[in-house]
């Protein structure tokens, strides 16, 4: 039996897998078993910032494995302390809870938000219509797309949606009893759909005259992915809360919520908890991944090769009509196509390059943050074959 008769046999089948049978990665390039080589400008869903088999994560995880890889939160740990000091450092919040994953950050939140609206009568929770927060129950009660959520009912009381980008329906639904609003500042699933600064503004109005928390969601665009360190300060506005996970344990799994000490103080010893959360080894490789991100010209150089590669995006807009929008910031980039996108992702894998489709008609391109002109280049052409093969003459 081959390895993907064996999965289909062995495993729920929630995943549509690729074809690939990769045997490793080194920096931004996958290898096959059949020898092949593919450019990978999907970086494992936003996960590796620092490609693969990147020195500094190699030697962090293997010098930590060696002293210990689990001890449990019973511990103070080193590599969590030292994580939690450069995040704090970086993103001006006080405090720090670890997660396993963005969902469990999500659900985390979920949590502290309750609690901190329970002491002032505040109840209501609201995401964002065309929004992605998780797998989980609170996750998916935060969302309304039925793809996510169909079949899963019922879900959390006290939750609702509000369209995204639209200031009149924030207005309308938010109020005394509002505790709080998730929402990602680009959507990352739904499309690479980015918020605009009036909604933002309104938010932030809504925020002084009600007094919710804002939560944002950087699971996808922090650490780096959009030029800055998070996605929401390309706005004009400071969350309450964070939420990040993908790229901050370096490949390993990990997640956080990030607050002020105004929110944190609503927990206190054993109100929330987990046993993996945190994990020394994966916070070793978040160290040494944050160290790498925030060094001398690393993030400048995502912004500057962005916005090479939005420049050319441009002209390929000018010459291909069935590319209705390009979006995104940084090294976040959707292509809105006028038809489904899946059979040109499809067709650059077979010219070797990876990249992702969502929302039906949006090629999601998410680089590891090395990628240089190069690379960018390679998927240009790639990707100007696609959009020629399925133009229509
Ligand atoms: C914006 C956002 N929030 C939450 C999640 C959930 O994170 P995880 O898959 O680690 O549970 C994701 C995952 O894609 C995401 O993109």
Redesign the pocket.
């Known amino acids: 039996m081959t390895l993907q008769e064996k999965e289909s046999q062995l495993f729920f089948h929630t995943y549509k897998r690729l074809f690939l049978e990769v045997v490793r990665g080194e920096g931004c390039y996958l290898f096959t078993r059949d020898g092949k080589k593919y450019l990978d400008m999907f970086s494992g ?2 996960v590796n910032a620092l490609g693969y088999a990147h020195p500094v994560i190699v030697k962090a995880i293997e010098e930590q494995a060696r002293k210990y890889t689990h001890l449990s939160n019973f511990f103070i740990q080193e590599p969590q302390v030292q994580l939690a000091e450069r995040l704090i450092q970086l993103s001006g919040f006080e405090k720090v809870f670890f997660s396993n ?4 950050a ?1 659900e985390g939140s979920i949590k502290l938000v309750r609690k901190w609206g329970k002491t002032r009568n505040k109840k209501i929770i609201f995401g964002m219509s065309n929004g ?4 989980t129950m609170g ?1 998916l009660s935060l969302m309304d797309k039925e793809k996510y959520r169909e079949g899963y009912e019922p879900f959390l009381p006290n939750f609702g949606t509000i369209c995204y980008n639209d200031a009149h329906d924030l207005k309308s639904k938010i109020d005394d009893n509002t505790a709080a609003v998730f929402l ?1 500042f680009i ?3 739904g499309g690479i759909v980015c918020a605009s600064p009036e909604f933002i503004a309104t938010l932030k109005e809504l925020r002084n005259k009600f007094n919710f928390l804002i939560v944002a ?1 950087e ?3 922090g650490i780096g992915r959009t030029g800055k360190f998070f996605g929401y300060q390309h706005f004009d506005i400071i969350p309450d809360i964070v ?1 990040i ?2 790229p901050i344990g370096g490949g390993l799994p990990l ?1 956080a919520i990030l607050g002020s000490n105004k929110v944190a103080e609503v927990w206190h010893y054993g109100v929330h908890g987990t046993t993996f959360g945190g994990n020394p080894v994966a916070c070793a490789a978040g160290v040494a991944t944050l160290e790498t991100v925030m060094k001398d010209e690393f993030l400048s150089n995502v912004k500057n090769t962005a916005q090479y590669f939005f420049s050319k995006l441009n002209n390929l807009k000018s010459r291909f009509p069935i590319i209705k929008e390009i979006r995104g910031y940084g090294y976040m980039i959707g292509i809105d196509l006028t038809i489904e996108s899946s059979p040109l992702v499809d067709e650059m894998l077979r010219q070797g390059v990876l990249v992702n489709s969502t929302a039906s008609t949006v090629i999601r391109i998410l680089p590891p943050l090395i990628a240089g002109k190069p690379e960018f280049d390679t998927l240009l052409n790639v990707l100007e074959n696609v959009l020629a093969e399925h133009s229509v003459v």
């Not at 994953?101 to 469990?104: F, K």
């Not at 992605?132 to 797998?135: K, L, M, P, T, V």
């Open positions: 869903l936003a994953s963005g969902t469990e999500i992605f927060s998780g797998r996750a990602e959507q990352g699933e969601d699971i996808q665009s939420t996970a993908k997640g």
